[in-house]
Every structure is written in structure tokens, then in C-alpha cells.
């Protein structure tokens, strides 16, 4: 059974950082590409960022790059969101997403139950 | 970036009802494009994929079809668990945007 555990979010001032995890387990975690995806409190859906499967490609929003680095770790089946220079606009919802591939095409197939960051002063 | 619409931003139907979801992309995307759907306080769930692939385990009465610009996700019966917000995705080119959800209520 795929499970993605998230974890490291918390109340952080403006300007602060913070480090989120998601633990993966049940699937091979190096062969899929991985995503994280965040959701303002009462707003939508906003893609955040991806990483390859092997770490090698990354992607960003225009809305966290430069102050937004995702990264994985193959030996612990982790995947992480460094997050520097929090905005009060941040403040959201962080979910880990596995992705899939079929046909030629992308979509995210099983999703954490999320990590709360608010960033306030 | 591409832009995804959604219309409409919500809806009011009766258990039973046809539900029809339009999502149409600033340019071009072939068929890489995805549903989910959202309810209050979970973490949202994939319906359908490649713009008219069915998710294992999603119930039948859910379909989608499209490509191209412009995709639609239909609910064929809608059913009392249906009441939701619906999101489209488009994977072809990063960012992988979101529509802007599409709610669905009790009338």
C-alpha cells in the first residue's frame, strides 16, 4: 500500500525557513517523479514543485523559485521541501504526490494527507 | 505558463442528476490532463487521467473526455458522496497547473 507521510511544518515568521519531509513507502520511492502541491486555507490547488525520480531534473512555480528547494533522499525514501524567505502568501496546506506515467503523459496518483506551515508574525 | 479554466466555479444538483465539468487550457495540451476530486478537510483524489482514463477503482459514472483546449468530466448519476470540489490538471509543460476547482453542492 503507497502511504506519504508528511511532516515539518509549523508556524514560522516572515523571512524564516522551514524544511517539510514526506516519508514514502510502498512503492520503489527512486522510480517516480514526485510533487508538491499546496492549497491556501478556503483557495484551490497550486502546483509547487517536482523532482525526476533519480534527482536529477527539478521545477518550480514562479512563486517559490529561488527560495524553494526540493530534494530526495533514495536511502531514507524521502522527499523534502526547503523553504526560505516565507511569505505571509505561503501560509498553506503542503501536500507530497506521487507521480505516475502512462500513454506519454503525467498525473499524480496518491497524495499525503498534508503539513500545515503558517507563516505570521 | 498555461492557463486552465473551469466552468463552472459551482454548481447546485439533485442526487441523480448529470453533472457536467468543463476545463478548457490557455493552449493546446493533447490529452494531459487529469481530474480530482476534493472533499472538505482530505487530501484530493485522482479520477481520471490522460484526459479520459479511469482511475482503478473509481466508480463508472465518472467520465472524462476531451483534448486539445478543451476536456469535460461528466458525473453520470451524481450520487450523495459526489458532493465535492472538482480540479483539472495539465501535465504538459511545467508548472503543472490547477484549474480553479469547480464545487459542487446539494440543491
Known amino acids: 500500500e503507497v502511504q506519504l507521510l508528511e511532516s515539518g511544518g509549523g508556524l514560522v515568521q516572515p523571512g524564516g525557513s522551514l524544511r517539510l519531509s514526506c516519508a514514502a513507502s510502498?512503492?520503489?520511492?527512486?522510480?517516480?517523479?514526485m510533487s508538491w502541491v499546496r492549497q491556501a486555507p478556503g483557495k484551490g490547488l497550486e502546483w509547487v514543485s517536482a523532482?525526476?525520480?533519480?534527482?536529477?531534473?527539478?521545477y518550480y512555480a514562479d512563486s517559490v523559485k529561488g527560495r524553494f528547494t526540493i530534494s530526495r533522499d533514495k536511502s531514507k525514501n524521502t522527499l523534502y521541501l526547503q523553504m526560505s524567505r516565507l511569505r505571509a502568501e505561503d501560509t498553506a496546506l503542503y501536500y507530497c504526490?506521487?507521480?505516475?506515467?502512462?500513454?506519454?503523459?503525467?498525473?499524480?496518483?496518491?497524495w499525503g494527507q498534508g503539513t500545515l506551515v503558517t507563516v505570521s508574525s | 505558463a498555461i492557463q486552465l479554466t473551469q466552468s463552472p466555479s459551482s454548481l447546485s444538483a439533485s442526487v441523480g442528476d448529470r453533472v457536467t465539468i468543463t476545463c478548457r487550457a490557455s493552449?493546446?495540451?493533447?490529452?494531459?490532463l487529469a481530474w480530482y476530486q476534493q472533499k472538505p478537510g482530505k487530501a484530493p483524489k485522482l479520477l481520471i487521467y490522460?484526459?479520459?482514463s479511469l482511475e482503478s477503482g473509481v466508480p463508472s459514472r465518472f467520465s472524462g473526455s476531451g483534448s486539445g483546449t478543451d476536456f469535460t468530466l461528466t458525473i453520470s448519476s451524481l450520487q450523495p458522496e459526489d458532493f465535492a470540489t472538482y480540479y483539472c490538471?495539465?501535465?504538459?509543460?511545467?508548472?503543472?497547473?490547477f484549474g480553479p476547482g469547480t464545487k459542487v453542492d446539494i440543491k
Open positions: 493552449q493546446g495540451i493533447s490529452s494531459a
Open positions: 490522460d484526459a479520459s
Open positions: 510502498g512503492f520503489t520511492f527512486n522510480s517516480y517523479a
Open positions: 523532482i525526476s525520480g533519480r534527482g536529477g531534473s527539478t
Open positions: 504526490a506521487k507521480e505516475a506515467y502512462s500513454s506519454g503523459y503525467y498525473y499524480l496518483d496518491y
Open positions: 490538471q495539465q501535465f504538459t509543460n511545467y508548472p503543472h497547473t
